[in-house]
């Protein structure tokens, strides 16, 4: 199974000659849903939900995701709604769906619901929070860079979800001496826990097992 970055909170899953897309909001290039097969949102953020990319998707292909992405879809789009507990394989692939909301946020924007994936029983992309799934976690995708982290809260997530790898996601924000910081704590986790945690550069690719 092959990851590709592809721009602060967006990955591309290959596997078998299959294509599952997560998160491909406004920061990410449009090319990682070439030829997409199945595509996972988290929630309706526009970082995470970009509507004209997803209308550019085969009318086959499925878009899995929580109520507050399906509520406002454009007419076309071949929707299904998912929710903390439910189960389904599309493409090859086989996800778990664990958590309901957003991290807090402003105090005055409302918390929209955000649900978390697990891909293959290995790689774990909880969108906006900071989900701990009831299961064991070879991948996490971690948050680095949000209004609504801090970056010793992203430390004590790696130290509770304990996966044997770990890559930043939703980092776009940061200026090059931020993501500096971030690859500075994340290597000093990683030889901490004696794990392959770190930050992929847009574009890059790592094989998960």
């Given at each position: 199974?092959?990851?590709?970055k592809y721009?602060?909170a967006?990955?591309r899953?290959?596997?078998?000659?299959?294509?599952?897309?997560?998160?491909?909001?406004?920061?990410?290039?449009?090319?990682?849903?070439?030829?997409?097969?199945?595509?996972l949102?988290?929630?309706?953020?526009?970082?995470h939900?970009?509507?004209?990319?997803?209308?550019?998707?085969?009318?086959?292909?499925?878009?899995?995701?929580?109520?507050?992405?399906?509520?406002?879809?454009?007419?076309?789009?071949?929707?299904?709604?998912v929710?903390?507990?439910?189960?389904?394989?599309?493409?090859?692939?086989?996800?778990?769906?664990?958590?309901?909301?957003?991290?807090?946020?402003?105090?005055?924007?409302?918390?929209?619901?955000?649900?978390?994936?697990?891909?293959?029983?290995?790689?774990?992309?909880?969108?906006?929070?900071?989900?701990?799934?009831?299961?064991?976690v070879?991948?996490?995708?971690?948050?680095t860079?949000?209004?609504?982290l801090?970056?010793?809260?992203?430390?004590?997530?790696?130290?509770?979800?304990?996966?044997a790898?770990?890559?930043?996601?939703?980092?776009?924000?940061?200026?090059?001496?931020?993501?500096?910081?971030?690859?500075?704590w994340?290597?000093?986790?990683?030889?901490?826990?004696?794990?392959?945690?770190?930050?992929?550069a847009?574009?890059?690719?790592?094989?998960?097992?």
């Open positions: 199974m092959k990851l590709t721009g602060h967006c990955v899953i290959e596997k078998d000659g299959k294509v599952l897309v997560i998160d491909p909001g406004t920061f990410s290039d449009a090319a990682a849903l070439d030829g997409a097969d199945a595509v949102i988290t929630h309706n953020h526009f970082d939900a970009d509507r004209d990319k997803l209308l550019t998707l085969s009318p086959e292909v499925t878009v899995w995701t929580c109520e507050g992405v399906a509520s406002g879809a454009a007419e076309g789009l071949r929707v299904q709604t929710r903390h507990g439910d189960a389904f394989e599309d493409a090859g692939f086989s996800v778990k769906v664990f958590g309901e909301w957003h991290a807090a946020n402003h105090p005055d924007v409302p918390i929209v619901d955000n649900v978390g994936f697990l891909v293959d029983e290995e790689l774990f992309y909880p969108g906006d929070a900071f989900t701990v799934p009831p299961a064991e070879g991948t996490l995708l971690v948050p860079g949000a209004p609504w801090k970056l010793s809260e992203v430390i004590e997530y790696l130290r509770t979800v304990k996966p790898r770990a890559y930043s996601t939703h980092d776009a924000l940061y200026s090059e001496a931020g993501l500096g910081l971030v690859d500075n994340l290597k000093m986790e990683a030889d901490k826990q004696g794990a392959d945690i770190r930050r992929l847009v574009g890059d690719s790592v094989t998960l097992s």
